[in-house]
């Protein structure tokens, strides 16, 4: 089996995404994959199943549909001897649509195991499927922006740079050549800019006065019942701001073993374990004690957003009551099925 590379081409809008795939196609002489050609429950998997068995000398643009997701496709072409080698992820960007995509309020459904193997569907917002194509890519390309203020323009480059600030951003020219993607090696990737942020590595290229970012550090857990009253009458109706994206890890009193993601974009906002105390784990190891999270958005308010994630946290007299007293705090978010090491 020959090696294959692949250029994968995503983006939320469908006919700007499939335009730029067919002509960086074009000019790099690269046969082109549709995305009408992967219009099934998984189109990462139906490109991982026959692309390495096509000859297609130089290699291939690979354009997916809206829905689907780029950690998926980032890990089918990163398996052991699957025949890909993915050479760059070129993000298509709607420019005076960014903010509706960043809003959106739907889910896409793929077909998943869970962990008992039993088959179901995994749904995920169209708004984090968005984010994230545009979080991993090495090359965003804005169309249509020319319509856009100089303001305007400016806010949207200084936000896509703030979210992928290892991207390398372009402005879409009618009569100059498509740029080819940057290389992306198989066992690594472009890190997120919430991800940098945590990092102490956050340096985005554009900046714009209203676009900014900030990271969100407390050790005590949070109580579940004011972070859900936090979230959706003070977040949510832009009481600090737009918080376009937020994420990172936090600990809810109710579950203080767990160390859970925090994962939100838009309207939509996600909790989930990722890593249960067990007693053996080194400090060090651990992802986080309490809250460690990056947030970026439109015309933020840092100082009183801090101070609002302050008073989710739990009190002097509610942290010396113990675990046994924050069990009984109230608690509005879904329940986890986690399991201990070992178990």
């Keep these: 089996m020959h090696e294959t590379d692949v250029i994968a081409v995503m983006g939320a809008c469908g006919p700007e995404r499939a335009m730029y795939a067919e ?24 490109a991982g199943a026959f692309l390495p068995w096509i000859d ?10 809206s829905d689907t997701s780029i950690l998926d496709v980032i890990g089918t072409f990163s398996e052991h ?17 960014l903010l509706d995509d960043l809003r959106r309020e739907t889910y896409a459904g793929a077909p998943d195991v869970d962990e008992t193997g039993t088959p179901g569907v995994r749904y995920t917002a169209h708004a984090l499927l968005a984010v994230q194509q545009l979080e991993y890519a090495s090359t965003i390309i804005l169309v249509n922006w020319s319509g856009l ?27 100059a050549d498509p740029l080819p993607a940057f290389t992306v090696g198989r066992h690594h990737q472009p890190a997120p800019g919430w991800v940098r942020l945590l990092n102490d590595e956050f340096a985005p290229h554009m900046t714009d006065p209203r676009i900014s970012a900030f990271r969100y550090e407390n050790v005590r857990p949070l109580h579940p019942g004011r972070l859900a009253a ?31 993601q925090w994962d939100h974009v838009g309207s939509m906002i996600a909790f989930s374990p990722v890593q249960v105390d067990d007693g053996m784990r080194e400090p060090e190891a651990l992802l986080a004690v309490g809250e460690d999270i990056a947030f970026l958005g439109l015309d933020l308010h840092h100082r009183a957003l ?17 675990p046994v007293a924050w069990a009984e705090f109230e608690d509005p978010f879904p329940m986890w099925q986690v399991t201990r090491s070992g178990e």
């Design 23 to 46: 002509r960086l196609s074009r000019a790099t002489g690269k046969p082109l994959l549709p995305a009408s050609r992967l219009g099934g429950d998984d189109p990462a998997a139906q």
């Design 149 to 175: 203020s100089t303001p305007d323009l400016s806010i949207t480059m200084a936000l896509v740079s703030h979210l992928a600030p290892a991207a390398r951003l372009r402005l879409h020219q009618e009569t």
């Design 230 to 260: 936090l979230l959706d009458e003070r977040i949510e109706s832009g009481q600090f701001g737009f918080v376009i994206r937020s994420a990172g890890f936090c600990r809810f009193a109710t579950r203080s073993h767990t160390v859970a």
């Design 81 to 97: 001897d699957s025949g890909l080698r993915l050479t760059g992820v070129v993000c298509v960007v709607d420019a005076p649509h």
């Design 56 to 65: 297609l000398g130089p290699g291939v643009i690979a354009e997916f549909p």
């Design 306 to 322: 801090r101070a609002a994630l302050d008073e989710t946290a739990l009190t002097d007299d509610e942290l010396a009551a113990g």
